[in-house]
């Protein structure tokens, strides 16, 4: 292993800027640097040198011995003078003494090869620094506290002792296996699917918090489409007219609901013969619905209702009703009351509005959010989809068939699936896409 060294605080002027140094060689460029080792986890105030012996700068100098530190190597940090040059002249100097750049992420990395914390964690790093709102980054930090990596653990402990005990059902044949009737096993079953389904509700609430929510508005043209855009984010951000197919380029407007980012993407309205613009519009329109966790159809409360929606939608985007232009047909506004699930509302004098934000609330599972949200990604996600695939398939090769052998190897699959997120199983190239995302010195 080799020693590595970043600036720690990012590029420019600041009061303070800090050099940090991770690897085996630290002591002894700490030596040549600082002329002596200082006191392990004291400040220690020290003038710092180059190679040459020559003065660079002056500041506190912490030392942390590995493996009681960020990296679980030993580790420098030199707090100097937070000016462009002098920070280049202190990392020179480190460079000279044998250490080389820190790739971006490396010392997460190491942190991360080192056992100090696991892959969920290392992410919930980029998260907090990523934040971009108060939410978001109070549960990236419950995230790198561990609080999302022990719910899957927990869960994949689960899964383990599931398959002990339906493994060791198998090795036993001269018995016949009655695992229909086996009630601890049903019970283990029933209790996994429950975990599996709060963990992937609670992850999908963390992803919106960490990448917020994206809604599209769709409709016939002249539903009201760029009317509700401009009244939601409260500027004049689409153009409205009478004209159907007004709309042919995508609007997109950030707004924010009670703390809860949401990306709003206002589109060309769908019809069967547009012209050749309106038609690249539909297209694009179709393209923005592949990524929507939400759809806003909007239709005009004077027509009857649509029965079902003609487009294609992503798996698990939730799909919202809006009857627009209530103000001409003297309907109550706020959600309907004859369980179609629609909204009624009027962009134009904003009644139902209310109802509205509660709904889009609600789809993104950002009500009651509790002390215990933390964030995830879409690779968490994913890995939990593919593990909860597994699940269900060993469950029903073991209802259907009474496969106790296919279920035993698809809980292991799932167990695996779940690994990905913590890291307990991961390949180099999962860890290069994490890893480069981080920028340099983290
Ligand atoms: N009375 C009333 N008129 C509305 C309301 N919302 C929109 N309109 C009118 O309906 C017409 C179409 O509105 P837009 O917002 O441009 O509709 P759109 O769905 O974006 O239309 P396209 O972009 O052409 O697909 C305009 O004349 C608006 O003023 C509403 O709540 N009440
Ligand atoms: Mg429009």
């Known amino acids: 292993m080799d020693t590595i060294v970043a600036a720690a605080t990012p590029p420019g002027v600041g009061g303070v800027g800090v050099v940090r140094l991770s690897g085996p060689q630290v002591e002894e460029i700490a030596r040549r640097m600082i002329g002596e080792l200082p006191e392990p986890r004291f400040a220690t105030a020290a003038t710092f040198r180059n190679a040459s012996g020559e003065d660079v700068d002056s500041g506190l100098a912490l030392y942390f011995p590995g493996p ?57 790093i980029a998260d907090l620094i990523g934040s971009g709102t108060a939410q978001a980054a109070r549960a990236a930090l419950h995230s790198l506290s561990g609080a999302f990596s022990s719910k899957v653990e927990a869960l994949a402990e689960q899964l383990v002792r599931l398959r002990m005990y339906v493994e060791a059902a198998i090795d036993f044949p001269e018995e016949e296996i009655d695992f229909l009737g086996d009630e601890q096993l049903l019970a283990g079953l029933k209790s996994c699917s429950r975990a599996f389904e709060e963990l992937r509700r609670t992850a999908r609430v963390g992803r919106v918090l960490r990448d917020g929510y994206r809604v599209v508005i769709v409709g016939k043209p002249n539903a009201g489409k760029s009317s509700l855009l401009n009244r939601l984010s409260g500027e004049e951000a689409a ?187 991961s390949s180099d190239d999962l860890l290069g896409r994490i890893f480069s995302e981080f920028c340099i010195g983290k």
Not at 284 to 309: F, G, H, M
Not at 383 to 388: E, G, I, N, S
Not at 394 to 404: I, P, S, V
Request: proline share 2%; hydrophobic share 45%.
């Open 239 to 425: 153009i409205v007219t009478e004209v159907a197919g007004t709309t042919r380029d995508i609007v997109r407007e950030q707004i924010s609901i009670d703390g809860l980012a949401v990306e709003l993407i206002d589109t060309a309205g769908l019809r069967d013969d547009p012209d050749r613009i309106e038609e690249e519009g539909i297209r694009r329109a179709r393209e923005a619905l592949k990524s929507a966790d939400a759809v806003l159809w909007i239709q005009d409360a004077n027509e009857s209702p649509e029965q079902r929606i003609d487009e294609k939608l992503p798996e698990g985007a939730e799909i919202i009703i809006v009857r627009n232009k209530i103000d001409m047909t003297d309907e109550q506004a706020g959600l309907a009351a004859d369980g179609s699930g629609a909204v009624r509302l009027s962009a134009k004098t904003g009644d139902g509005i209310d109802a509205l934000h509660e709904c889009l609330r609600a789809a993104a599972g950002y009500r009651n959010l509790g002390e215990g949200a933390f964030t995830s990604r879409k690779r968490h996600i994913d890995a939990l989809r593919r593990a909860a695939k597994h699940f269900m398939t060993g469950k029903a090769a073991l209802e259907d068939m009474k496969a106790g052998e296919l279920l035993a190897e698809e809980l292991r699959l799932a167990q695996e699936a779940l690994g990905e997120i913590t890291g307990a199983v």
């Open 68 to 124: 009681a530190s960020f990296t679980g190597e030993s580790v420098l940090e030199l707090q100097g003078h937070g000016g462009p040059v002098v920070m280049s002249m202190l990392i020179d100097a480190a460079l000279e003494l044998g250490a080389r750049m820190a790739e971006p992420g490396e010392f997460t990395k190491r942190a991360f090869l080192n056992d100090k914390l696991d892959l969920a964690q290392a992410e919930a």
